[in-house]
């Protein structure tokens, strides 16, 4: 009997694993970096109107106020899209995933703070490709309880035969220059072929 139990046990979770696995394939290449995934509608802002999901990956040093890789992360939305993501739609997405992830609603108790505000134009430095950049102001409610600007660059790789698209964004409160950009830029598409 007690066999019996635990090979009951062990096909669930086996057939668990393979189900997850399935159905959240990692989107992102990053070396030694800690991973999470999320289905659309994301719990904490479920005012995205997409189907998918996305994954995100954190270096070690993510959380660390005195780190050069504080909230400094990465994350890549595979979603159901009849045509590409505009940039107005990145704009007000950013801003519901911000608010929603930082729980601004809650924090804030009889005190001010701003709703999330991105600001996402063309990187002209492409001439080929969707490729942006821009920069988000949000509340950062986790650590410094302070307003906090992080810059972004994304791009975008809309697949028309699937009717999908990947989208990967790259944070940091780093400007541009900084060397953390440099380690964001390894962190790459997984498969982005439009098969």
């Known amino acids: 009997m007690k066999k019996h139990l635990i090979s009951t046990v062990l096909i669930c979770c086996s057939f668990l694993m393979f189900s997850q696995e399935k159905e959240h394939n990692h989107i992102l290449e990053a070396q030694e970096w800690g991973s999470e995934f999320f289905t659309f509608p994301i719990h904490f802002a479920k005012e995205i109107p997409y189907t998918g999901y996305e994954e995100a990956v ?75 950049i821009g920069s988000i102001y949000l509340y950062e409610s986790r650590y410094t309880k302070k307003m906090m600007t992080l810059y972004t660059q994304a791009e975008q790789h809309y697949c028309k035969k699937n009717k999908e698209t990947t989208i990967i964004f790259r944070f940091s409160p780093k400007t541009f220059d900084a060397e953390i950009w440099n380690s964001l830029q390894t962190v790459t598409l997984n498969n982005h072929s439009c098969n």
Do not use: C
Not at 86 to 115: A, V
């Open 58 to 132: 954190f270096p070690t040093g993510w959380s660390k106020e005195d780190s050069p890789e504080f909230w400094s992360y990465v994350f890549a939305w595979k979603i159901e899209a009849s045509a590409p993501v505009t940039i107005e739609d990145f704009e007000i997405n950013l801003q519901y995933y911000f608010d929603g992830l930082l729980d601004i609603q809650n924090r804030k108790n009889g005190f001010t703070i701003l709703e999330t505000r991105a600001s996402i134009v063309k990187d002209k430095e492409y001439i080929e490709g969707d490729h942006y």
